[in-house]
T-cell receptor, first 113, second 116 residues
Framework: AQSVTQPDIHITVSEGASLELRCNYSYGATPYLFWYVQSPGQGLQLLLKYFSGDTLVQGIKGFEAEFKRSQSSFNLRKPSVHWSDAAEYFCAVGYSGTYKYIFGTGTRLKVLA | NAGVTQTPKFQVLKTGQSMTLQCAQDMNHNSMYWYRQDPGMGLRLIYYSASEGTTDKGEVPNGYNVSRLNKREFSLRLESAAPSQTSVYFC???????????????FGPGTRLTVL
């Protein structure tokens, strides 16, 4: 069965530190990959997506993610975290012909001043 | 341009009561989705509508029904609410890509439902 794993439930970093959030998917076909962010009490907003081409994709708010087929991973990174980045982050994976995708369980980011 | 709107924002029901959650989008998207969000479980797809006139079950459809009223509106109905349906419900829409390729989903603000 298709699945998405975000192994870190909570991550705490200091403001200005670098960040990497992990995402792994289980299915072998070429995936459509997404990262979303959810601020408290809000809906989800797209940070970035990967369909094909260059495996390093840039998103909004200074985030980037790298697709590594050999590791079935799509990790999210930011070189320097800001206090406003505190939120919950969701990875999602979809496949052609399905119109939908599966979300990971999320990683809650806390930023220390 | 309001994007995706959901009503109501909050609702408290007693076990066995029914209600309909409303969702509308003004982006002319073909696909619409209903999710529930529970702590530690991420978002789970309840039902989706790939295009006007079609609906399909997602991961957790039991206890729910949906109606794609027109291209703009997609409602979710709980016929007999149960405490296990206490959750935050999100509607989303998407201009799904060619050959059914999933694309960016735009989310509403959510409905917080408590079933006593």
């Amino acid at each position: 069965a298709q699945s998405v794993t975000q192994p870190d439930i909570h991550i705490t970093v200091s403001e200005g530190a670098s960040l990497e959030l992990r995402c792994n998917y289980s299915y072998g076909a070429t995936p459509y990959l997404f990262w979303y962010v959810q601020s408290p009490g809000q809906g989800l907003q797209l940070l970035l997506k990967y369909f094909s081409g260059d495996t390093l994709v840039q998103g909004i708010k200074g985030f980037e993610a790298e697709f590594k087929r050999s590791q079935s991973s799509f990790n999210l990174r930011k070189p320097s975290v800001h206090w406003s980045d505190a939120a919950e982050y969701f990875c999602a994976v979809g496949y052609s012909g399905t119109y939908k995708y599966i979300f990971g369980t999320g990683t809650r980011l806390k930023v220390l001043a | 341009n309001a994007g995706v709107t959901q009503t109501p924002k909050f609702q408290v029901l007693k076990t066995g009561q029914s209600m309909t959650l409303q969702c509308a989008q003004d982006m002319n998207h073909n696909s619409m989705y209903w999710y529930r969000q529970d702590p530690g479980m991420g978002l789970r797809l309840i039902y989706y509508s790939a295009s006007e006139g079609t609906t399909d079950k997602g991961e957790v459809p039991n206890g729910y029904n949906v109606s794609r009223l027109n291209k703009r509106e997609f409602s979710l109905r709980l016929e007999s609410a149960a405490p296990s349906q206490t959750s935050v419900y999100f509607c989303a829409s998407s201009e799904a890509g060619g050959q059914g390729a999933p694309d960016t989903q735009y989310f509403g603000p959510g409905t917080r439902l408590t079933v006593l």
